[in-house]
Antibody, heavy 120, light 108 residues
């Protein structure tokens, strides 16, 4: 059974760093793209970027380039999303999702989301 | 960047009615790279269609995805109570992906 298990909710202060995780199971981690998606309170879905763990190929949305860092550890089948310096506007739910096999596939499995709250 | 515009923003319908949701791209794209998702309150999104018209696993056949070029449509033939949710289209052409802003289907 394919599962994407995300780390728990975080409460941070502006300027702090944070790394959230997405641990996958039930399939070969290195064979599928993982995407990160943001959902701000009461708003829609925003694509942050993707990583292909097989070769660490990473693509960022222009809106998020330089604001976050995506990485993966293929040994433990975990993808990460990292902030070096959080802002209040980073408060949102962050989802990881797997892209199905093949370039025409959508995001077929999703994590449960990680709520990030940034407040002084 | 390809911008996806969904309309209407909100659709107020009764169970049993037909829903038609539009997703328009800022430029023509291959239908191979359009997906639709359903999101209910407090839940993660769920894939409905990929490649514009290929139904994902477990999606009932009252859902239908169609379209080409710049215009794509998600149709729900007869709304069931569990279909009231927010629906998003997504394009994944090349390296840069985007989502539409969503259409909320609410009970009238």
């Amino acid at each position: 059974e394919v599962q994407l298990e995300q780390s728990g909710a975080e409460v941070k202060k502006p300027g702090e760093s944070l790394r959230i995780s997405c641990e996958v199971s039930g399939y070969r981690f290195t064979d599928y793209w993982i995407a990160w998606v943001r959902q701000m309170p009461g708003k829609g879905l925003e694509w942050i970027g993707n990583i292909y763990p097989g070769d660490s190929d990473i693509t960022y949305s222009p809106s998020f380039e330089g604001q976050v860092t995506i990485s993966a550890d293929e040994i433990i089948s975990v993808a990460y999303l990292h902030w070096g310096s959080l802002k209040a506007s980073d408060s949102a739910i962050y989802y990881c999702a797997r892209r199905g096999m093949g370039v025409t596939q959508g995001l077929d499995f999703w994590g449960q989301g990680t709520l990030v709250t940034v407040s002084s | 960047e390809i911008v996806l515009t969904q309309s209407p923003g909100t659709l107020s319908l009764s169970p049993g009615e037909r829903a038609s949701l539009s997703c328009r791209a800022s430029r023509s794209i291959s239908s191979n790279y359009i997906a639709w998702y359903q999101q209910k309150p407090g839940q993660s999104p769920r894939l409905l269609f990929y490649g514009a018209s290929s139904r994902a696993t477990g999606i009932p056949d009252r859902f239908r995805g169609t379209g080409s070029g710049t215009d794509y449509t998600l149709t729900i033939s007869r709304l069931e109570p569990e279909d009231f949710a927010v629906y998003y289209c997504q394009q994944y052409v090349g390296s840069f992906w985007t989502f539409g802003q969503g259409t909320k289907v609410e009970i009238k």
